[in-house]
């Protein structure tokens, strides 16, 4: 059974750093496309970043325009976790943050191409 277990949310001010974290099991890790995507109230779902697997244990990092050059997202793939570095974040970081997996992602920024989901972790940035 595949589960995906992030943590490190909380509540922060804006200009703050935060580290995501989301440990995964039940899969082959390292064979696995990665990604992160957030959730506002009332918003849907949208990409944050993925690293995507070019071969062996080279991946493409992708992000969203609007995470661009804030956040850095990595992986150890000993440890079957990836992380989400955020730093300098702003108010619009505000939501759920899940951590999804994927084989062979064709287009990284939909959902839809994602087989599993973990259960969110909340951020939270005030101004």
């Known amino acids: 059974q595949v589960q995906l277990v992030e943590s490190g949310g909380g509540l922060v001010q804006a200009g703050a750093s935060l580290r995501l974290s989301c440990a995964a099991s039940?899969?082959?890790?390292?064979?696995?496309?990665m990604a992160w995507f957030r959730q506002a109230p009332g918003k849907e779902r949208e990409f944050v970043a993925a690293?995507?697997?070019?071969?062996?244990?080279?991946?493409?990092?992708q992000y969203a325009s609007s995470v661009n050059g804030r956040f850095t997202m990595s992986r150890r793939n000993a440890e079957s976790t990836v992380y989400l570095e955020m730093n300098s974040v702003i108010a619009d970081d505000t939501g759920v943050y899940y951590c999804?997996?994927?084989?062979?992602?064709?287009?990284?920024?939909?959902?839809?191409?994602?087989?599993?989901w973990g259960q969110g972790t909340q951020v939270a940035v005030s101004s």
């Open positions: 999804s997996a994927g084989q062979e992602v064709g287009a990284p920024h939909l959902t839809v191409d994602y087989d599993y």
């Open positions: 690293m995507t697997r070019i071969n062996s244990n080279i991946y493409r990092t």
């Open positions: 039940g899969l082959t890790f390292s064979k696995y496309d």
